[in-house]
């Protein structure tokens, strides 16, 4: 019952905030079912519709986010699913998404930016989460989490979460206020692009010489 209140407490909140922020384009029509079957051919801001005359209730409902993520897949400890146009054909257009965010025991969500969208979160289960962002001032806002606790951060700043419990994972559940919210690494950006930035551009903006930039762009895998 909980569960179901914290949910409807994100939703409501989302709601909100897409009113307030709407970096997608507003819909013509009452809903744009993308069409998954059908190669596209052309790119345009969301997905090609198919008919309206042959929507039917699953396209607009998933469980895409009912099952944990592999929080092993990756060095940092964390896992994100999040909805799209393949697993809710029926959110196309319509200028929110939605994320699972599985973080294991010390795990850490790295410091990145949506560069298209404002995020709510909702920490639903687990020990203590530390969350924060830093604004264009490079002031750090953050803040430890308990379990029903809500923070938003804003669109296209740095932002990171952070499992301090040592012994049981956390979820999180995400609002993002674009169908496409996008999602940039700091450090992967940085020391594993490709093609590679150059060693002197990274040594002097992080005052590390040659071996340290080596050393991380192998850590990061780049």
Do not use: W
């Not at 999040?82 to 994320?99: C, Q, S, V, Y």
Request: charged share 15%; aromatic share 8%; with cysteine.
């Amino acid at each position: 019952m909980r569960t179901g209140s914290l949910l409807l407490q994100l939703f409501l909140t989302l709601i909100l905030l897409t009113g307030v922020v709407k970096p997608d384009i507003d819909p013509l029509q009452d809903y744009c079912i993308a069409d998954t079957n059908n190669p596209q051919t052309f790119f345009c801001n969301g997905v090609p519709c198919i008919n309206p005359a042959l929507a039917k209730f699953s396209h607009f409902g998933t469980s895409a986010l009912s099952k944990p993520g592999n929080t092993q897949a990756n060095p940092f400890g964390f896992n994100v699913t999040l909805t799209n146009t393949l697993n809710l054909p029926g959110f196309n257009t319509l200028g929110l998404a939605m994320a699972r965010v599985d973080i294991a025991a010390k795990g850490l969500v790295p410091p990145h930016a949506h560069p298209r969208a404002s995020e709510v979160n909702i920490f639903l289960s687990g020990g203590t989460l530390l969350v924060g962002f830093v604004n264009t001032s490079n002031h750090l806002f953050a803040q430890k989490l308990n379990p029903g606790d809500l923070f938003v951060f804003p669109k296209g700043l740095i932002h990171f979460l952070y499992n301090i419990d040592s012994k049981v994972p956390a979820l999180v559940v995400s609002g993002l206020s674009s169908q496409n919210p996008g999602a940039q690494i700091a450090s992967l950006a940085t020391f594993a692009s490709r093609p590679a930035i150059l060693d002197e551009i990274l040594k002097k903006a992080f005052k590390i010489n040659s071996q340290d930039v080596t050393r991380i762009r192998k850590n990061l895998g780049g």
